[in-house]
């Protein structure tokens, strides 16, 4: 880390050792096998009313693995895995990292048209889906890609509550031309592959897709050496006691789940407690039940909970500390969250590129607001990371304080992009990674995002950034969520228009909106246009989709 940046992180973080931590593990698997080694009967998922111990894990996991090398999967291959946050998730992660092969994590609700861009890109050996999956969007893109070996499993396994907020249509079904990898299971018992995988930091573990919304999706290579280091930055920045169980709310496909929850809880040899999918009052229910003490997801998942009729101020008790990733958040949203729960979000900012944290808010800190974009800080650099703000068009580096785009270089930033040397030429060099995003870095090391460079909005000229905007909305009582989009206007060039939300029992004009905002900000900022919905279209880990707002 340069000392531009060394100096003030340490006055910030003065708790630690100093900016720089040696990885513990080399690869995922041996973190994954000091848990087992040191707490073989404590629990590894709770799922919920089942659990699974460390050595129970360990055990199906090596089943699975021996009968994909006994299927023909070789070091190297791939094995996509299309599944919630199940337990199978989990075995089959292992299971392959076992059997030599790399991980394809595919977010299921990708329909047929998205999955099979991905499975002729990562030609993967092997595929576990939920069973209904294989009926539908699965077996369409099958059809058009074929992959050899074809696992099916359901999410009523491994429990047997049977929750009907999630499960009251789920049905057992097993899909034509598929093995059951519970069945797998048993029939492997007690096998593991002939040759256990000897992995070096910079081999591929996983083939994370990015979404894809400035074109094909493309893989991003993270290795077992990103894995293992950032699973430790969570631990160690966070300062997480062993055993601490961890929430996992995020998606397990996505990298803030694959790292801040799965290797997270292995690095502490912890429950990671599962629900499927995310569903407010599931989730509450899982809190009181499980205790957990740890959890990081989007802030549209907080934003649920906050409003969620059974909420109650000491829903969120056990969590000692709750991080949040992966969207801008407004400031009025953590001072509502606060007065709710008595519980402060704190945030931290990465991307698949980075495997999950670049900049984390310090634990016992609260992040500062720019005072010019409202910007709520999202931490400052972590353990062994130099961050910088670049010249979009150029790359150089600009003086303190000036927006620019945020470049990031550490033991995180991935290998490079599947099959796609142009594009990992293009967006590392030298490596440091062009994030895309617009951001401002102040002299005590702070980080700020600005919004992405495609989002800025440019009405008559003036440059507006769609977050600044949706910060003022959130501060209105009756704003529930927020987005901002521009969108195109014959005088202007383009319109702010904002879509919202609203809380339960609110009532409010798009009138009175845009009178509260023009109040707050330059005339040129505030909302010409004003929509309504009663739920704003998000991605599966819970981030705002401006693309879809974007029209009418």
């Not at 590392?428 to 895309?436: C, N, P, Q, S």
């Not at 919004?451 to 910060?471: C, H, L, T």
Request: proline share 7%; aromatic share 8%; hydrophobic share 45%.
């Amino acid at each position: 880390m340069s000392d531009s940046v060394l100096h003030p992180w340490i006055s910030l973080y003065a708790e630690s050792d100093g900016a720089v931590i040696k990885p513990q593990y080399q690869d995922a698997l041996a973190l994954f096998h000091a848990a087992v080694a040191r707490a073989p009967e404590r629990p590894a998922i709770r799922y919920f009313d089942g659990v699974l111990t460390y050595a129970r894990l360990d055990r199906l996991s090596d089943a699975l693995a021996a009968a994909l090398v006994d299927r023909g999967m070789r070091a190297g291959d791939r094995l996509a895995l299309f599944l919630q946050n199940v337990p199978q998730f989990l075995i089959g992660l292992l299971g392959a990292w076992k059997a030599g092969a790399i991980v394809v994590p595919i977010n299921p609700m990708n329909r047929e048209r998205e999955l099979t861009v991905l499975l002729e890109d990562s030609q993967p050996a092997a595929i576990i889906a939920h069973e209904a999956a294989y009926a539908g969007v699965v077996g369409k893109a099958l059809a058009q890609h074929p992959v050899a070996v074809r696992i099916s499993t359901s999410p009523l396994d491994f429990q047997t509550r049977n929750d009907s907020r999630l499960f009251s249509s789920t049905r057992r079904v097993r899909p034509e031309g598929t093995e059951d990898l519970l069945e797998l299971a048993r029939q492997y018992e007690g096998s593991k592959p002939p040759h256990a995988p000897a992995y070096h930091a910079s081999d591929t573990a996983l083939l994370v897709y990015t979404s894809g919304t400035t074109g094909r999706p493309k893989g991003a290579m993270n290795t077992h050496g990103n894995v293992t280091f950032t699973a430790q930055v969570y631990r160690d920045w966070m300062a997480l006691k062993d055993g601490a169980p961890v929430l996992g709310i995020a998606p397990l496909f996505h990298i803030t789940g694959l790292i801040g929850h799965v290797a997270l809880a292995w690095l502490l040899a912890a429950p990671l407690v599962l629900a499927y999918r995310f569903e407010p009052g599931v989730i509450l229910d899982a809190i009181a039940e499980t205790q957990p003490e740890f959890t990081i997801g989007a802030i549209t998942a907080f934003i649920a909970l906050m409003n969620h009729p059974d909420a109650k101020p000491e829903s969120l008790a056990s969590l000692d500390q709750i991080y949040s990733g992966g969207a801008a958040i407004a400031p009025a949203v953590l001072e509502q969250f606060e007065r709710k729960f008595g519980k402060y979000i704190r945030d931290a900012y990465g991307l698949t590129e980075t495997t999950s944290p670049a900049t984390v808010t310090p634990r016992h800190l609260r992040g500062p607001v720019d005072p010019d974009s409202g910007a709520l800080s999202v931490g400052v650099p972590t353990f062994n990371t130099d961050i910088r703000i670049g010249d979009p068009k150029t790359g150089a580096t600009l003086p303190t304080g000036e927006a620019g785009e945020i470049l990031i270089k550490g033991p995180q930033v991935i290998a490079g992009y599947w099959n796609k040397p142009e594009e990992t030429a293009r967006t590392i060099k030298d490596g440091w990674l062009a994030t895309g995003d617009i951001g401002i870095m102040n002299a005590a090391g702070w980080v700020f995002v600005v919004d992405r460079k495609k989002d800025m909005i440019n009405a008559s000229g003036y440059k507006v950034w769609p977050r600044e905007v949706e910060d003022v909305l959130y501060t209105h009582p009756a704003v529930r969520e927020a987005a901002v989009v521009g969108v195109p206007d014959p005088y202007r060039g383009e319109n702010v228009k904002a879509v919202l939300s609203l809380k339960p029992g609110a009532s409010v004009t798009a009138d009175e909106i845009m009178a509260f905002c023009k109040a707050r900000m330059a005339a040129y900022k505030y909302p010409r246009v004003v929509e309504f919905l009663p739920d704003l279209p998000k991605t599966p880990t819970g981030k705002i989709l401006r693309r879809e707002l974007r029209g009418g």
